[in-house]
C-alpha cells in the first residue's frame, strides 16, 4: 500500500529519517581508515583520538645559535665586571673529550646553533650577539662561531633560549581526540608527536542521480525545453565540501523501470543516494515510486520553503558478507538512505544543507556544521506559509551601525539567488511573514569582515552597478545590492537600510531627475546627489521588430503584448508620464500590470517570447540579442545620505568616478553617455 506523506513539519521529518538510519544500524561513524600523513590528510576526520609517540622536541635543544653555558658560571657577570668562559669545542685549547664532561670543574661553553643537543652539563644558551669572542691571548676576534674564549657582561637564568624536552609535546598526551576536522597545523603536530599514518573516519560515499527528459549535459546546444543539468555538480562540490566522496551519474531520461535500475545500482556500491528529479511533476512522482518499490518511503513533501517535495526513505543495499576483510573492503550498509532532491536548484541546494550535512557529519563522527548567526533587521516585508519553515535569502549590510537582512528573489529556480546571498533568514513554521523593521535571525555564509567592507546598495537596477562590484572587489569592497525600483530606494534611505540608492525618477512638473522626490521621500536627510550616467531608453524587441513597433502609440494597438517595470521603478514613472503626455490610458495596453523588478527581466520576458516588447535600456537589448527602439535620454544619479558620503567604507566608490579604466568599461555599454559621471547634482 502507498504511503504518501505530503508536507510534513521538517522536524518531524528529521526525527523520522533519523529514527530509520537508527534501527539500521546507521546513525554512527561508518568506520575507520588508515591513510599515510600526508597534505591529502587535510580536512579529513579523525576515527579515534591521536596519542603523542615521542616528546617535541625529544632533547633541551638550544632555541638560539650561541654558546651553551651552566647559568651559575654566569653569576656576577656586568658591563663593569664581565665574566670570561672558555670554548670547549675549541680545538687548540681544550681536549676532544673535554666537552662531554658531565660535571666540568672551571666555568666553560659550547658553541651550539639553533636546533642543537645542549651539552649534559648546560642548561641555558646565551644568544651569540650577547658575547664577545677572544682568542688564546684574551683578545677580540673575528671569529665568533670558534673563539677560545667568550666574555659575557650579563648573567642568564636557568634554561634561558632553551626549548626543554617536551615543551611542545609529552610523549603519551592527547594531540587531537577523535572527530577533529584536520587542519594544516594539526598535520604538523602529528608529525612531531611520531606518527607516519593516522586512523581516520571513512568519506562517505554518495551517489547522485540527475533525473529528467528535458536535462541536458553542461555544454549541450540548447534548444526550447531544453533545462541544463547542473544540479548534480552543485550537490557533489556541496558533499565534498562536507567531507563526502560524490559519484555523479549520467542523466537518466523518465523512465521508471530504468531509474529504479540506475538506484539499485548506485545503493550497492555508496551509502547515500541522491535522486534528483527533474523539474517535471512526472518524475517527481517516479522518484517516490522508485523509493516505494526498492525499499521503504518515509516521507514525500516537508513544510520548507523552498524545498516542499523532498522525498525520504531508504532502499536495499549490497549484503554484507563475512569473507571480506574488513581491512580491504570498506564496509557498505545493507540499508541505504534515499533522498528525493527537488528538481529546482535553490531547492536542491538547501535540501543538501538541511538533511544531507547531518547525516555526513554523523557518519564522520563530526560536529554538524554549524553557521555564525546574526541578529539583523529587514530591509522590507516577507510573507510566508504559515505552515512552512521559511529559508530567505539575504544580502546583509551594516548601515549606520545597523546590520540589515535585504530579502532577495524567492524563486525556488533562481540559483543566482544563493550566489548573491550573504546568508539565510529562517522565518518558522507558524510565522506568517514579517514586517520591514522587525528583527531577524542571519545564518550568515559570509565573515563579519566581509559584511564590515560591504557597501549596501538598495534602489533601481542598473547594469553600471555590476560593472561597480566588480571594480570595488579589486579595492576591498563588497557591494551588495537588492532591487526594489528608485522610490523604494529612496524610501530605504528614509529607514537607514542602505548606504545609497540608484535613482533615475523624472520630475513631470518640471523635467528634472529626483530631486523633487528626494525633497518629498527623505526631506529632513542631507544628501548627496551624484550623476553616475546617462543613458538611453527605449522599446526592446524581438530581432527584425517583426510587430513593426515604433513607438509608445503601438503599446495600443491589437496583438501587441507588453511587459512593464515594477510599480515605482524610475522606468515605470517615465512610462507613465509620457503615457499621460500622448493620452494612452493604461488600460488599452495588454500587459501593463506585468511586472518585471530589473531591465535584463523585461529583455529576459521579451526574449522568450512572453512579451512582444517592454522599456528598458539598450544594454538589456543587447545582452539577450535584441532590437532596440531608441525613444528618451536620461540621467541615472547616485543618491547618498551626507554621513555615508563622508565614510571611508564609500571612499573607492568616489575612486572610481574618475578611473579611467572605469569609465571606459561603462562607456562600452550601448546606449551610456559617461561625460556626467561624478558631476555634483545636489549637496546639501
Not at 681536549?95 to 651539552?119: A, H
Request: with cysteine; glycine share 8%.
Amino acid at each position: 500500500m502507498s504511503v504518501y506523506l505530503h508536507d510534513i513539519p521538517l522536524s518531524q521529518a528529521q526525527a523520522r529519517l533519523k529514527q530509520a538510519l537508527q534501527s539500521a544500524d546507521l546513525w554512527l561513524i561508518l568506520g575507520p581508515e588508515t591513510i599515510p600523513l600526508d597534505e591529502n590528510a587535510l580536512g579529513r576526520v579523525t576515527a579515534e583520538p591521536i596519542w603523542a609517540k615521542v616528546s617535541s622536541p625529544h632533547y633541551h635543544a638550544s632555541a638560539m645559535d650561541g654558546f651553551a653555558v651552566r647559568a651559575e658560571d654566569t653569576a656576577g657577570a656586568q658591563p663593569s665586571s664581565p665574566v670570561q668562559l672558555l670554548v670547549t669545542n675549541y680545538q687548540s685549547s681544550v681536549s676532544s673529550d673535554q666537552s662531554s664532561v658531565s660535571n666540568p670543574q672551571s666555568p666553560i661553553s659550547q658553541y651550539v646553533d639553533t636546533g642543537d643537543p645542549l651539552p649534559e652539563w648546560a642548561n641555558a644558551v646565551i644568544p651569540i650577539e650577547n658575547t664577545e669572542p677572544l682568542d688564546e691571548n684574551g683578545q677580540i676576534t673575528s671569529a665568533i662561531r670558534k673563539p677560545a674564549a667568550i666574555r659575557i657582561r650579563a648573567a642568564v637564568a636557568p634554561w634561558s633560549h632553551v626549548r626543554p624536552l617536551g615543551e611542545d609535546i609529552v610523549a603519551t598526551q592527547l594531540v587531537l581526540p577523535a572527530g577533529h576536522v584536520l587542519r594544516p597545523a594539526d598535520l604538523g603536530a602529528i608529525a612531531a608527536a611520531g606518527h607516519q599514518e593516522i586512523v581516520v573516519a571513512r568519506k562517505p560515499k554518495v551517489a547522485i542521480l540527475p533525473t529528467g527528459t528535458e536535462l541536458v549535459p553542461i555544454g549541450s546546444k540548447l534548444k526550447a525545453g531544453d533545462i541544463l543539468e547542473y544540479n548534480s555538480l552543485v550537490i557533489a562540490a556541496q558533499v565534498k565540501a562536507m567531507g563526502g566522496e560524490p559519484t555523479r551519474f549520467p542523466i537518466t531520461k523518465d523512465d521508471f523501470d530504468l531509474i529504479c535500475q540506475r538506484v539499485h545500482e548506485a545503493a550497492q556500491t555508496h551509502d547515500l543516494v541522491l535522486l534528483n528529479a527533474g523539474s517535471s511533476a512526472g518524475a517527481e512522482d517516479f522518484s517516490a515510486k522508485v523509493v516505494e518499490k526498492l525499499g521503504t518511503l518515509l516521507v514525500h513533501g516537508v513544510a520548507v520553503r523552498p524545498g516542499h517535495p523532498v522525498i525520504l526513505g531508504t532502499v536495499d543495499g549490497r549484503p554484507q558478507t563475512e569473507s571480506a576483510p574488513p581491512s580491504t573492503v570498506p564496509r557498505l550498509p545493507s540499508t541505504v538512505p534515499i533522498i528525493g532532491v527537488p528538481g529546482y536548484p535553490v531547492s536542491a541546494a538547501l535540501t543538501v544543507d538541511i538533511f544531507v550535512e547531518p547525516i555526513l557529519a554523523k557518519w564522520l563522527g563530526r560536529r554538524p556544521l554549524e553557521l555564525p548567526t546574526e541578529e539583523a533587521i529587514l530591509t522590507r516585508k516577507i510573507v510566508s506559509p504559515a505552515g512552512d519553515d521559511d529559508f530567505v535569502r539575504v544580502a546583509v549590510g551594516k548601515v549606520g551601525g545597523k546590520l540589515l537582512a535585504a530579502p532577495l528573489s524567492r524563486g525556488a529556480g533562481v540559483i543566482t539567488s544563493l550566489v548573491q546571498a550573504d546568508g539565510i533568514a529562517v522565518i518558522p513554521s507558524g510565522v506568517q511573514g514579517m514586517e520591514a523593521g522587525e528583527k531577524v535571525q542571519v545564518r550568515l555564509y559570509r565573515s563579519k569582515a566581509e559584511i564590515e567592507k560591504t557597501i549596501l546598495s538598495i534602489g533601481s537596477h542598473d547594469l553600471t552597478l555590476d560593472l561597480m562590484a566588480q571594480f570595488l572587489a579589486e579595492h576591498d569592497r563588497r557591494l551588495a545590492s537588492a532591487n526594489v525600483g528608485s522610490q523604494g530606494g529612496l524610501i530605504a534611505l528614509r529607514r537607514g537600510e542602505a548606504h545609497f540608492a540608484g535613482s533615475h525618477l523624472l520630475d513631470p512638473q518640471t523635467g528634472e531627475y529626483n530631486i523633487s522626490y528626494i525633497r518629498q521621500y527623505i526631506p529632513n536627510i542631507p544628501v548627496k546627489v551624484i550623476a553616475l550616467v546617462g543613458r538611453e531608453q527605449g522599446l526592446l524587441v524581438r530581432r527584425g521588430n517583426p510587430k513593426g513597433i515604433k513607438s509608445l502609440g503601438d503599446l495600443a494597438r491589437s496583438g501587441v503584448r507588453f511587459v512593464n517595470r515594477q510599480r515605482g521603478a524610475g522606468t515605470r514613472v517615465l512610462l507613465d508620464y509620457h503615457l499621460n503626455l500622448m493620452t494612452i490610458p493604461q488600460s488599452s495596453i495588454e500587459g501593463y500590470q506585468q511586472e518585471e523588478y530589473t531591465h535584463l527581466g523585461v529583455a529576459a520576458a521579451v526574449a522568450s517570447g512572453r512579451a512582444d516588447c517592454g522599456l528598458g535600456i539598450a544594454a538589456a537589448a543587447q545582452a539577450l540579442d535584441l532590437d532596440f527602439v531608441p525613444l528618451f535620454q536620461e540621467r541615472y544619479d547616485l543618491v547618498i545620505p551626507k554621513p555615508f558620503a563622508e565614510d571611508d567604507l564609500l571612499a573607492p566608490l568616489f575612486g572610481l568616478l574618475a578611473d579611467s579604466a572605469f569609465r571606459k568599461a561603462v562607456s562600452r555599454l550601448p546606449g551610456y553617455d559617461v561625460s556626467v559621471m561624478g558631476a555634483i547634482i545636489l549637496e546639501d
